[in-house]
């Protein structure tokens, strides 16, 4: 690196890239060395506004399908404003986390995450099901399984030909 206008605007890129952020074309006199820090101040001074998190790149394929994935883990505390939902978040671990606490954003995966707060909620696409986190277990609360339990209930009260096999048939139903 040399002790230029351009070494200083190269060492404020090579500094944005160990921040997690992309490089930028500055001109290389005052003029762009102050810009350069500018924008530190405002990307760094604070949360990184935007619709993805920062480091996220998105590809379209042929079909239309936009996917994405990071070009850099995000460091631990790294705060990002979801602009889409109006959300500060937090990265910690593997993800980013509603940074007041009420991380109810639903996850998406085909595998049962491992971190879940009361109150979480995991989509299941392989399976098309919905599930509640409870504080101890997952529990699937799909359209599916509500109609399920409608069916079994509706057998039980429409089976039952008094008192007792009705609350028989109720707690098969339920169980």
Do not use: C
């Amino acid at each position: 690196m040399s002790d230029s206008y351009y070494g200083i605007i190269q060492a404020v890129n090579d500094l944005r890239l160990a921040n997690g952020a992309t490089q930028k074309e500055y001109s290389p006199s005052f003029q762009g060395i102050i810009e350069a820090l500018l924008d530190i101040k405002r990307e760094w001074g604070g949360a990184q506004p935007g619709i993805y998190p920062p480091g996220w790149a998105t590809s379209t394929d042929s079909n239309g399908i936009t996917t994405g994935d990071y070009l850099y883990a995000p460091k631990d505390g790294q705060l990002w404003f979801d602009e889409r939902h109006g959300r500060l978040m937090v990265y910690l671990d593997d993800g980013f986390y509603q940074a007041n606490g009420a991380d109810v954003l639903t996850t998406v995966s085909d595998t049962q995450p491992t971190h879940a707060i009361d109150g979480a909620l995991w989509w299941q696409p392989s399976s098309n099901s919905l599930y509640l986190y409870d504080g101890t277990t997952w529990l699937n609360i799909t359209s599916t399984t509500v109609a399920s339990l409608k069916s079994a209930l509706y057998t039980a009260v429409n089976t039952s030909t008094d008192y007792a096999s009705l609350k028989s048939n109720l707690l098969t139903a339920l169980s």
